[in-house]
C-alpha cells in the first residue's frame, strides 16, 4: 500500500474537487491562525478510521474522498507528520488492531515513537494493539480517541437484541458475511462486550497517555442520526448520534464537542455541505453562500449588522480542522 504522510508544505492532492479553486475550509480558519500559533505535535500523528472506514476512496486523484477530510492538509501546513492508516472496514477490533501495527511497523522508520489518534471504533483498535502487541518497530506514546465507545453503544446493543434478537442471530451473521462484514465487527460494539470482556482485558499501558473528546447534538428532523439519537438519549443521555458522551471518555477526558454528530468529527458535515454546493443535481440543494459553505458554518454570533434583529447569538458550528490543530497543540504541550 502506498504511503501517505505529510509535512510541513505538502498537501498530497491538489485542490479538492468539492472545494472548486479554492480551498474555504482552510481559509476559514486563517483569522484564527493570526490570534493562536497551533503548534505542530513532536511526534508523528497516524490517524486510525473507525467501523466501516478508510483512508481514501478512489483511483483518480482528482476526484478522491478522504474519511479524514482535509485534516492531513491542515495538519501537513502547521508542520506535522501525519500518516493515514487503513485497516479492514468490517473486521473484529483484534484483527483491525493487528493490521494498524502492520500498517505502522511497514510504514514508519524503525525505533519511532507515535501518536495515535483514533475515531469511533478506531480507538478501539489502538487500545488493543497498545495493549497487546507490543512492537520492537515503534513505540506509542499517546492515544487521542474521538467519539470512541470505549464503553459500548447502546444502539448497537438495540442492533443487535431489539432488531435482530437471538432467534434470527445466526441467519443474519451469515447474511452479513456475505457481504464482507465478520462475526465480532457489529458485537465489539455492544456495552457488553466492551465492559465485560474488552475493558478487562485490555488495560492501560502506564506509559501510554490516554486523552478522549466526546461530542453531542441536538438531531433536526431530517437528521441521519435523528433515530439513533433518540435509542441512544433514552438509554445512555447525550450523544453523537451513534456514541454516548458518556462512553466517549477514557483517560483524561478533554472536552465535551458541542453541535458535532459522529460523521462531523472526521469532517465531513463540510465534504458533504460544499458538494450538495457544488453538484446539488446530484446530492441534492441546501442553502450555501457562493463559496459553497454551509449557511453560517463559520459565523460564531450574531453581532453583524446583517444580524442585528436577531433574539439572541447563534450557536457556534462545529470545526473540526480547527479540533484536529488543537489536538496537535495540545500533544505539542504534552511532550508528543
Known amino acids: 500500500m502506498e504511503t501517505k504522510e505529510l509535512s510541513s508544505g ?12 479554492r480551498d474555504v475550509r482552510k481559509e476559514a480558519l486563517d483569522d484564527k491562525k493570526d490570534e493562536k500559533v497551533f503548534r505542530p505535535a513532536r511526534l508523528p ?3 486510525c478510521h473507525g467501523f466501516c472506514g478508510f ?15 482535509g485534516v492531513r492538509e491542515a495538519l501537513g501546513e502547521i508542520g506535522c507528520r501525519v500518516y493515514t492508516a487503513r485497516v479492514p472496514p468490517f473486521a473484529g477490533i483484534e484483527q483491525r488492531a493487528e493490521r494498524l501495527c502492520a500498517y505502522i511497523e511497514k510504514t514508519v ?6 501518536n495515535l489518534v483514533g475515531h469511533s ?3 478501539l483498535d489502538c487500545r488493543f494493539l497498545i495493549s497487546h502487541l507490543k512492537s520492537s518497530h515503534f513505540k506509542v ?4 480517541t474521538l467519539g470512541t465507545p470505549h464503553r459500548g453503544s447502546s444502539f448497537a446493543n438495540y442492533v443487535m437484541t431489539d432488531i435482530v434478537g437471538q432467534v434470527r442471530l445466526e441467519m443474519f451473521w451469515k447474511m452479513m458475511g456475505m457481504v464482507g462484514i465478520e462475526r465480532g465487527a457489529a458485537d ?4 457488553h462486550y466492551l465492559q465485560n470482556e474488552f475493558n478487562p482485558r485490555t488495560p492501560d499501558d502506564p506509559q501510554v497517555a490516554y486523552f478522549s473528546y466526546g461530542a453531542t447534538f441536538e438531531p433536526s428532523i431530517f437528521s441521519r442520526f435523528r433515530f439513533s439519537w433518540k435509542v441512544i438519549m433514552d438509554r445512555e443521555g447525550p450523544n453523537d448520534g451513534l456514541v454516548s458522551l458518556q462512553s466517549a471518555q477514557w483517560g483524561k477526558f478533554i472536552r465535551a464537542i458541542p453541535n458535532a454528530d459522529h460523521l462531523d468529527l472526521m469532517n465531513w458535515i463540510n465534504a458533504l455541505s460544499w458538494g450538495r454546493a457544488r453538484f446539488p443535481w446530484i446530492l441534492g440543494g441546501s442553502s450555501h453562500d457562493p463559496e459553497g459553505r454551509p449557511k453560517g458554518a463559520f459565523e460564531m454570533d450574531n453581532d453583524d449588522e446583517n444580524d442585528k434583529h436577531m433574539p439572541r447569538e447563534e450557536p457556534p458550528l462545529f470545526n473540526a480542522i480547527e479540533l484536529y490543530l488543537e489536538i496537535s497543540d495540545m500533544l505539542n504541550k504534552q511532550g508528543f
Open 141 to 144: 506514546r499517546s492515544l487521542t
Open 45 to 47: 500523528i497516524v490517524l
Open 188 to 191: 465489539n460494539l455492544t456495552t
Open 55 to 69: 483512508d481514501t476512496l478512489g483511483i483518480n486523484p482528482d476526484f478522491q474522498f478522504d474519511y479524514w477530510y
Open 10 to 21: 505538502d498537501t498530497g492532492h491538489g485542490p479538492h474537487p468539492l472545494d472548486g479553486s
Open 109 to 114: 522508520p524503525h525505533g519511532s515513537e507515535i
Open 121 to 123: 471504533m478506531g480507538g
